[in-house]
């Protein structure tokens, strides 16, 4: 039956999360390597890509910290399965919880209970876009708890303008310093609201470390706060050095004349997010990893 083969494939799909980063990402990592000048923090880095090497051959997951899982749904309205698949993503979940494993991250915050199988109220999240067609783009994002603590809103004065959003943006990851595990990937959003803001932002640490906005102005402000962020010396794991941030990835909503939302959503070097389609026969393809 296809919620079976579905759930099945998102139990694989979040294997390869927790326990691969995509290309890209490990690109990013061995370019930085070769041209940090720091010693310090080429060991740094020498020490994660081999901790990402070893993650891959034992096919355990790369950092203890598995994450809050998140989901994003691309789902054709052709799709056979739409109302059902929040109960299939949480069977996958708890599913993949005890089989890969995960650790179990699901807390109550009133009473600090922990599930035990990485789902709870309204977790996993689920994001859901509805477009033509017949296939099911599911993606899922893994995020550790130090990264997800570095994450900040402002609502900035609309008079401070692009320098102001620089300046914010900046000032998150000096106050973020090693905590988020550096080198780290920002994901910015300008505009909306409070809400659309820090969604936006952290939707953002999905793209391809690779790839810059295809708005030409954004893809300078990216390079520009690309710049601005390494010239914090923050470096590996905050030990000093060139290379504080692998990426940055900016998106924007129109504002409100009044407000200036600015979302900084920080993820850390084990940047985990996979990607799959699948289609109602049940032919699945995953789409950052090569299985």
């Not at 900046?170 to 080198?183: N, Y």
């Not at 939302?261 to 789409?287: F, H, K, L, S």
Request: net charge neutral; charged share 20%; proline share 6%.
């Amino acid at each position: 039956m296809l919620d079976q083969k579905v759930e099945e494939a998102v139990v694989t799909l979040l294997r390869l999360a927790a326990t691969r980063l995509p290309v890209d990402v490990k690109q990013a990592i061995e370019e930085a390597k070769q041209r940090e000048t720091n010693n310090t923090a080429k060991a740094q880095l020498e020490a994660i890509f081999k901790n990402i090497q070893l993650a891959e051959k034992a096919d355990t997951p790369i950092c203890q910290d598995t994450g809050t899982i998140t989901f994003y749904l691309t789902v054709g309205e052709e799709f056979p399965i739409r109302s059902g698949l929040p109960a299939i993503l949480r069977k996958a979940v708890r599913k993949a919880t005890e089989v890969i494993p995960l650790r179990p991250n699901a807390v109550n915050p009133f009473t600090g209970r922990n599930s035990g199988d990485n789902t709870g109220e309204n977790i996993p999240y689920i994001h859901w876009e509805m477009v033509s067609g017949d296939k099911l783009q599911v993606a899922v994002l893994p995020k550790g708890g130090g990264s997800e603590n570095a994450c900040s809103l402002g609502m900035l004065n609309p008079s401070l303008g692009v320098k102001g959003v620089k300046k914010f943006v900046v000032d998150t990851l000096i106050e973020a310093g090693s905590k988020p595990c550096p080198p780290v990937i920002l994901g910015v959003a300008v505009g909306g609201g409070a809400d659309i803001a820090i969604s936006l932002a952290k939707k953002t640490l999905l793209r391809p470390l690779n790839k810059h906005n295809q708005n030409k102005e954004l893809a300078r402000l990216e390079e520009e706060l690309y710049e601005l962020a390494n010239q914090t010396g923050i470096g590996p794991m905050g030990l000093g050095g060139d290379t504080t941030v692998l990426s940055v990835a900016v998106e924007y909503a129109h504002r409100h004349p009044a407000s200036l939302p600015v979302g900084v959503a920080v993820q850390c070097w084990a940047a985990r997010r996979a990607t799959m389609n699948i289609w109602p026969d049940g032919r699945t393809e995953y789409v950052t990893h090569k299985v």
